[in-house]
Structure formats: C-alpha cells, structure tokens
C-alpha cells in the first residue's frame, strides 16, 4: 500500500465524507454571503431557493448572489476535490510522496497557453474563454509531449514519467518567461503570475459545468478501480501477480490526469499545495486504502479551497489575494501538524 500507519485507530471513511461533504455545502453557502457586501446568510437562502423555483427576486441581489459569488464558491470547491483526486491519483501513478497534480508539466505547459493569451492576444476571437482556451490547449499539449517523450524513452514507468515531467516542466517555464520579456505590455508580468498562483474570480456556471462533469466522472472511475489502485501502489510486480493490466491502467491513468488537471488548470490557474496535503492527510485520517481514501479526500480538498477562497477575498480586501499564496501558508502548517501527531510512511519509509 501507499501509506500505512501502525497502532492508530483510523476513523470510519464514510462518515467523514458525509460530514466533510455536509460542511462543504454549508460553507458554499456561507461564503456566498461575504464579499465587498456583507449578506444576511438568510437572503442567500432565499435568493437560491427563489431562483431555482422560478420566483421574481431583487435583480441586485439576484446577480451578486446567482451570478457572481454563488459559481464561485462552487467552482472552487469543485476543483478543491479535483486537485485533491488529482494528487491521489498522482501519487498512486508515480508512487512518490512529494508527487502532486503539476508533477508531468500539466501546470505549467497550461502557463505557456495563458502566458500567450495574455502576452500576445492569442485565441482572442473567443472572447471570454481564451484564457481559459489557451491554458487548456497548452495544458494538453504537455501531457501529449511528456507522454511521447516517456515512451521514446523506453515506456511509461515511474522514474521516466517523474524526469520526464519535471525536465519539460523547467522547458515550458523557460517559454512562458521568454514570452513575459519579450511582451509589450508593462503588466504582463503582473497578470501572469496572478493567474499561475490560482484565482476563481472568474467563475461562470458554465465552468462550473465543466470541471464539475468532469470531476464527478474521474471520482468514480478511479473508485470503479479502487482494488487496481491499491494493487498497483503496492508495486507493479505485486499488481501484475494479482492479474491487474499494469500497462493499460498506466496509461489510462496518465490520460485522465491529463485531462483532468487540464480542465481545472484552464478554470482555476495553477493552485497548488492542494493536491499535494490533502491525500496525505486523508490517509492519515482513514487509511491508505483508495476506497477509504479517496471520498475523504475529494470532500476534504472541496471544504478546505471553498474557506480558501473565502481568506483570499478578505484578507487583503478591497484587493484580492492568489489562492496559491492561501493554500501554502495555510496548508503546510496543518499538514505538519497532523504528520506529528501520527506514525505515518509511505511505501515502507517513516
């Protein structure tokens, strides 16, 4: 297995999830009520429920809630969870501890799309969804090349894919940096890396749509698969023995990571820290098996960016802060805390 922890009493799995899940719709909720405009938690209520019944609502209230704050905390817990199963499948594809969602170049071949979009007007005829277009494109474009270059190599194994990333990871950050220098505009810089550090300032429920399709569907692939994934991350021999199709899941998990990660780097930016502590914690919590593991952790990353979010917005308010710079100091100081107060290793090291 991935992680296992001796003599601690691991906490049932799905009555976490449940609870965690139950917090997070509460959260959404109240989240929606903060902002630049304080609303009673009651008027949010209201507003939601009169919209989905079809109701005549206050227009200003109706827009600030429905369209603006509401898609907001909801996309951020949607890619919460997403980058939370990202990093668990990450960390089962590679069996390493410090891989996380951006570990194959997925992040920042992404950057190279924004940095282009932003630097250069590329796919401006699309308005409103070039960043995100562009982010997209770049974002699948890098798993294709790390793919192509892992297999040149000699196939899809788990050191290869690590250099592999990591080396074309450095190279598609070389280019988003040439394109910042070589811009016209003094704010290049600036854009850009608001957006690599992440933001959901952006969101629409058209990309709520998307990502949350998208996430709901790679969940339940990978529980589908659950048994697979534990095989697997006990090592490919022990997988192999066990009759699991080492090579297909392989490659069938690398493709859905590719597009997963894509989808929420091009609605999201590059949020990190998420994807890296939120499976950690979930397996200290209820233990390294993906079954377990795997629902704690999705409902776990969604209730932890929704809160996220809510800091970045009042922290530094009337200026708004990179969800990136939340999750680390955040993030890192409760993921120690937990590591100290349990045994834990993972595959076979304390």
């Known amino acids: 297995?991935?992680?296992?922890?001796?003599?601690?009493?691991?906490?049932?799995?799905?009555?976490?999830?449940?609870?965690?899940?139950?917090?997070?719709?509460?959260?959404?909720?109240?989240?929606?009520?903060?902002?630049?405009?304080?609303?009673?938690?009651?008027?949010?209520?209201?507003?939601?429920?009169?919209?989905?019944?079809?109701?005549?609502?206050?227009?200003?209230?109706?827009?600030?809630?429905?369209?603006?704050?509401?898609?907001?905390?909801?996309?951020?817990?949607?890619?919460g969870a997403g980058l939370a199963l990202a990093g668990a499948v990450m960390q089962a594809l590679v069996r390493n501890p410090l891989a996380e969602p951006y570990l194959l170049g997925v992040s920042a071949g992404a950057a190279v799309g924004a940095t282009a979009v932003i630097t250069l007007g590329s796919f401006a005829a699309v308005g409103v969804w070039a960043l995100s277009g562009g982010a997209l494109i770049g974002a699948l474009a890098a798993s294709v090349t790390v793919y192509a270059v892992a297999r040149a190599q000699g196939g899809l194994t788990a050191l290869r894919l690590i250099l592999s990333g990591v080396v074309l990871s450095s190279a598609f950050l070389a280019l988003s940096s040439l394109l910042v220098f070589t811009a016209a505009d003094p704010h290049a810089a600036d854009n850009v890396m608001f957006w690599m550090l992440g933001s959901v300032a952006g969101?629409?429920?058209?990309?709520?749509?998307?990502?949350?399709?998208?996430?709901?569907?790679?969940?339940?692939?990978?529980?589908?698969?659950?048994?697979?994934?534990?095989?697997?991350?006990?090592?490919?021999?022990?997988?192999?023995?066990?009759g699991v199709p080492v090579r297909a899941m392989r490659n069938a998990l690398f493709a859905v990571q590719g597009i997963l990660v894509g989808v929420l780097v091009?609605?999201?930016?590059?949020?990190?820290?998420?994807?890296?502590?939120?499976?950690?914690?979930?397996?200290?919590?209820?233990?390294?098996?993906?079954?377990?593991?795997?629902?704690?952790?999705?409902?776990?990353?969604?209730?932890?960016?929704?809160w996220v979010d809510v800091i970045s917005r009042v922290a530094a308010s009337p200026r708004e802060m990179p969800l990136g710079i939340v999750t680390g100091l955040i993030g890192a100081p409760i993921f120690l805390f937990l590591m100290g107060r349990r045994q834990y290793v993972f595959g076979g090291e304390a």
């Open 1 to 79: 297995m991935i992680a296992t922890a001796m003599s601690v009493r691991r906490l049932p799995s799905l009555p976490l999830a449940l609870i965690l899940l139950a917090l997070t719709l509460v959260s959404i909720a109240i989240a929606t009520a903060f902002g630049a405009e304080t609303i009673p938690l009651g008027d949010v209520w209201r507003t939601v429920a009169g919209r989905l019944r079809g109701d005549e609502l206050d227009a200003a209230h109706s827009v600030i809630i429905w369209d603006l704050r509401l898609p907001r905390s909801v996309l951020a817990a949607i890619v």
């Open 203 to 242: 969101a629409t429920w058209a990309k709520v749509q998307i990502a949350g399709v998208v996430v709901v569907v790679t969940v339940l692939a990978m529980l589908a698969i659950h048994s697979w994934l534990d095989a697997y991350a006990a090592g490919t021999d022990t997988a192999t023995s066990l």
């Open 266 to 306: 091009s609605v999201a930016g590059g949020i990190g820290f998420v994807g890296l502590i939120v499976p950690h914690a979930a397996r200290l919590l209820v233990g390294a098996t993906h079954r377990a593991m795997i629902p704690v952790a999705v409902c776990g990353g969604a209730l932890f960016l929704v």
